[in-house]
């Protein structure tokens, strides 16, 4: 864990910085990497903690039940801090993940309100439900981050946060997830910055396919989002002391809402400019899960080297940020 971006983070006090799984989403589902072996890769990167999303962690951990006792002693003798991701804000669930928290060593728990159903609804119950969690967050230490997923605008997961009203629930910014709601990365980051706990560091672009346009996730400092102004806003109007890549590589979604009903953007304008093709798939590859093992094998490299320049690009603005003082 030594080398340029520790004696940078030693002599400025800049957030520490971490790596979500999903970064390593393609190697996950070939199964050519774990938890365990997905935290080494951290430590090699030079990297001051790991997200550990509940989709990659969940089997791995069930298979054996000493691995969670291993994967809490590897990211400690490495000094790295944890989060854990959850999904939706159903109160068993929450408890089971807090647990999760707990056993692993973890002090944030990252979760969403939305998980694609009945978005009114879904909204309408987090507030009861988060709030139902505060007294097992006390008890264990363990923050819940509440992300913008999608679905959701930025001022409506403010909104559920200051309902909740507690130090223990804030949110979690991801700094991609807005164009989905046609709302602009900068614009949603503002907005969430002060109640931040924990983030999805990310980059996108805005392409069509079949006439529709689709967001599609980039190498880190490629895309259409202003990277470079968001870190400065995270770290100008949060009390953040982690920043959390999430290197989207190989993900596209669709819009969750028509232009007319989202949050302001427009397609052809700023973060949501359209790129054309060709596109080179070493740094913006659209559909891989339809790739033939062969094929899979040449894509999870291209992942890997995406990671790389991902967090080459990342060390390099938060040194710009420590020696700016921005």
Not at 74 to 98: C, I, Q, S
Not at 125 to 151: D, K, T, V, W
Not at 174 to 193: F, K, L, Q, Y
């Amino acid at each position: 864990m030594d080398g340029h971006y520790r004696r940078i983070q030693e002599t400025e006090n800049i957030m520490r910085l971490g790596l979500e799984t999903f970064s390593y989403h393609l190697a996950f589902r070939a199964g050519t990497i774990n938890i365990l072996t997905f935290i080494e890769r951290c430590v090699s990167l030079g990297l001051d903690g790991v997200q550990l999303n509940t989709g990659h962690m969940d089997a791995f951990l069930h298979e054996d039940s000493g691995r969670v006792r291993k994967v809490r002693e590897l990211a400690a003798g490495n000094n790295l801090f944890v989060e854990v991701d959850a999904r939706g804000t159903d109160p068993g669930h929450l408890a089971n993940r807090l647990r999760l928290c707990r056993d692993l060593g973890a002090d944030t728990l990252r979760t969403y309100a939305s998980c694609g159903g009945d978005l009114a609804e879904e909204l309408a119950r987090a507030p009861a439900h988060l709030r139902s969690m505060i007294p097992m967050c006390q008890e264990f230490g363990i923050r819940i981050a509440l992300e913008n997923h999608e679905y959701e605008t930025s001022q409506e997961i403010v909104e559920i946060v200051q309902q909740v009203d507690s130090e223990w629930v804030g949110t979690h910014v991801d700094t991609g997830n807005s164009m989905m709601v046609w709302e602009e990365p900068v614009d949603a980051v503002r907005a969430m910055a002060p109640l931040a706990v924990s983030t999805h560091f990310k980059d996108h672009i805005v392409i069509m396919e079949d006439g529709q346009p689709l967001v599609l996730a980039t190498t880190l400092g490629r895309g259409n989002i202003d990277c470079r102004e968001v870190l400065r806003i995270l770290a100008a109007d949060s009390s953040l002391e982690r920043l959390v890549i999430e290197d989207c590589y190989g993900y596209s979604a669709p819009f969750r809402r028509p232009e007319a009903e989202g949050a302001g953007g427009r397609l052809g304008e700023g973060a949501f400019r359209l790129v054309e093709g060709p596109l080179d798939p070493t740094w913006a590859l659209l559909h891989p899960r339809e790739a033939a093992p062969e094929e899979m094998k040449k894509f999870i490299t291209w992942q890997e080297a995406s990671v790389i320049r991902s967090v080459d690009f990342v060390k390099g603005l938060m040194a710009e940020s420590a020696k700016t003082g921005q």
